[in-house]
């Protein structure tokens, strides 16, 4: 299956490293490559994966997507552009342009998910493709595939869950007694926050993650803006250590139900809740439905690792569904 890679980032190089330590278990070939800042390198016969993770730069850049489609011709594009959690953009116009195309699309931006993923599911069905997500809301651990392949005829009513991994990190360190900041700071080391470390206190991408949850296991039709928000900038070390003298802690906590109620709060919670026992980069969510209680799934120490594992989670079912021959 030939594969075009929109953004080559972080998550983009560790697919890249995967496929090539992988071949005979991933039957993929990447045929395209295109960047805003690092050029397009497009060659059918199927692109040498480590010369690409050693290039300064890719070529020259193609001025549209369209026209990067258009050259390397995929079945499948996968988006690896970075959140905007204001916009969703340039990611849904990105998705739109390859599934207009009958190109499956497959996501790693929670942005498209949260803003526009009824129109490109029905873009998708119209065109007779797939349009997969799995690593948009917890890295690779299986969320949406956990309800599409293991909940037949259950109806989720609503979520719980931890989802931000940088507010967690910003938390335990003021319980040490830093500062705001100093957690900001052990967080960027470990590599987990936004670009912009706002985005994460302020809780705009467990805000997004709400909306890409809510959009697809509750049918909302919400972008982020209308998810009732409270990041945890108000939050000092003080409190926390007063807290911890309770036997209480801090998460940011994502829920969401079918009565519309959704939201996203740094909640008081005993160190016995379920959801306190997400700890550093971990991840929690539970999923309530009707016929099979709740259950969940817990990602612990997540890496980009993980991330990549969801796109070829995602990328192997297009691959089984849609008939493909191995290469």
Same mark, same amino acid.
């Given at each position: 299956?030939?594969?075009?890679?929109? /953004?080559?980032?972080?998550?983009?190089?560790?697919?890249?490293?995967?496929?090539?330590?992988?071949?005979?278990?991933?039957?993929?070939?990447?045929?395209?490559?295109?960047?805003?800042?690092?050029?397009?390198?497009?060659?059918?016969?199927?692109?040498?994966?480590?010369?690409?993770?050693?290039?300064?730069?890719?070529?020259?850049?193609?001025?549209?997507?369209?026209?990067?489609?258009?050259?390397?011709?995929?079945?499948? &594009?996968?988006?690896?552009?970075?959140?905007?959690?204001?916009?969703?953009?340039?990611?849904?116009?990105?998705?739109?342009?390859?599934?207009? =195309?009958?190109?499956?699309?497959?996501?790693?931006?929670?942005?498209?998910?949260?803003?526009?993923?009824?129109?490109?599911?029905?873009?998708?069905?119209?065109?007779?493709?797939?349009?997969?997500?799995?690593?948009?809301?917890?890295?690779?651990?299986?969320?949406?595939?956990?309800?599409? =392949?293991?909940?037949? /005829?259950?109806?989720?009513?609503?979520?719980? %869950?931890?989802?931000?991994?940088?507010?967690?990190?910003?938390?335990?360190?003021?319980?040490?007694?830093?500062?705001?900041?100093?957690?900001?700071?052990?967080?960027?080391?470990? %590599?987990?926050?936004?670009?912009?470390?706002?985005?994460?206190?302020?809780?705009?991408?467990?805000?997004?993650?709400? &909306?890409?949850?809510?959009?697809?296991?509750?049918?909302?039709?919400?972008?982020?803006?209308?998810?009732?928000?409270? /990041?945890?900038? =108000?939050?000092?070390?003080?409190?926390? =250590?007063?807290?911890?003298?309770?036997?209480?802690?801090?998460?940011?906590? @994502?829920?969401?139900?079918? @009565?519309?109620?959704?939201?996203?709060?740094?909640?008081?919670?005993?160190? &016995?809740?379920?959801?306190?026992?997400?700890?550093?980069?971990?991840?929690?969510?539970?999923?309530?439905?009707?016929?099979? /209680?709740?259950?969940?799934?817990?990602?612990? &120490?997540?890496?980009?690792?993980?991330?990549?594992?969801?796109?070829?989670?995602?990328?192997?079912?297009?691959?089984?569904?849609?008939?493909?021959?191995?290469?």
């Amino acid at each position: 299956m030939n594969l075009a890679l929109i /953004g080559f980032g972080q998550v983009g190089r560790e697919l890249a490293r995967q496929l090539d330590a992988h071949p005979q278990r991933f039957p993929f070939r990447i045929v395209g490559i295109h960047t805003l800042r690092h050029g397009t390198l497009v060659d059918a016969a199927g692109i040498s994966l480590k010369r690409a993770l050693t290039m300064p730069a890719l070529g020259t850049r193609l001025a549209t997507v369209e026209e990067f489609l258009e050259a390397c011709r995929p079945h499948a &594009a996968v988006e690896l552009t970075p959140l905007d959690p204001l916009t969703g953009e340039p990611a849904i116009r990105h998705l739109r342009a390859a599934l207009e =195309r009958g190109i499956h699309a497959v996501t790693a931006n929670k942005g498209p998910v949260a803003f526009a993923y009824q129109e490109l599911a029905q873009l998708a069905r119209e065109r007779g493709c797939l349009f997969r997500f799995e690593s948009t809301v917890m890295d690779g651990a299986p969320v949406f595939n956990l309800v599409r =392949r293991c909940l037949p /005829g259950a109806r989720v009513l609503g979520f719980t %869950g931890v989802l931000n991994s940088t507010t967690t990190v910003v938390i335990e360190a003021m319980e040490e007694g830093r500062s705001f900041s100093e957690g900001v700071e052990r967080a960027r080391r470990m %590599g987990i926050t936004e670009a912009n470390h706002s985005y994460d206190t302020d809780g705009w991408d467990a805000a997004a993650k709400t &909306a890409a949850l809510a959009n697809v296991l509750l049918d909302a039709r919400v972008t982020p803006m209308e998810i009732d928000r409270r /990041g945890i900038g =108000r939050l000092t070390p003080d409190r926390l =250590r007063d807290l911890n003298a309770q036997g209480k802690t801090v998460r940011l906590v @994502s829920r969401g139900s079918r @009565s519309g109620k959704l939201r996203v709060r740094g909640e008081v919670l005993s160190r &016995a809740d379920l959801l306190a026992s997400a700890q550093g980069a971990s991840g929690l969510l539970l999923l309530h439905t009707d016929l099979m /209680g709740t259950v969940g799934a817990i990602e612990v &120490a997540p890496t980009l690792a993980q991330t990549a594992y969801g796109v070829l989670a995602d990328l192997t079912e297009i691959w089984a569904v849609s008939g493909l021959q191995p290469l």
